[in-house]
């Protein structure tokens, strides 16, 4: 994930950069050498960035807070952990037990 794309998500799901950072647990001027790609994501941050996401969908009722982005940026590196036997993490793209269940809240 580029630093252009942080800041796209941001700003579609219409978060202050105080916001982000808060919401990712870092302080501000981490999350702005971030969004200046200064510094890089952890896969944490991803999976909070997932979870914000998931958050505005259900609140908002709109999908098109879910960032496709996101998801595939866990993917590639549950892909990397797989290749070096780590425990592989994968978010499934449209299926499974927590898209069926955010799917029926937004209805």
């Known amino acids: 994930m580029k630093a252009n ?16 950072a808060d919401r990712l647990g870092l302080p ?16 944490s941050h991803l999976l909070a960035l997932e979870e914000i996401g998931i958050d505005l969908c259900l609140i908002k009722k709109d999908v098109s807070m879910l960032i496709p982005q996101v998801r595939a940026a866990i993917n590639y ?11 592989m993490l994968h978010v499934e793209a449209v299926e499974g037990h927590a898209w069926a269940s955010a799917q029926s809240k937004l209805q």
């Open 5 to 20: 794309d942080l800041v796209a998500m941001r700003l579609n799901w219409g978060l202050s950069q105080d916001s982000m």
């Open 28 to 43: 501000h001027q981490s999350y702005v050498e971030m969004e200046q790609g200064e510094r890089p994501l952890k896969k």
């Open 77 to 87: 590196l549950a892909e990397l952990s797989a290749d070096h036997a780590r425990p």
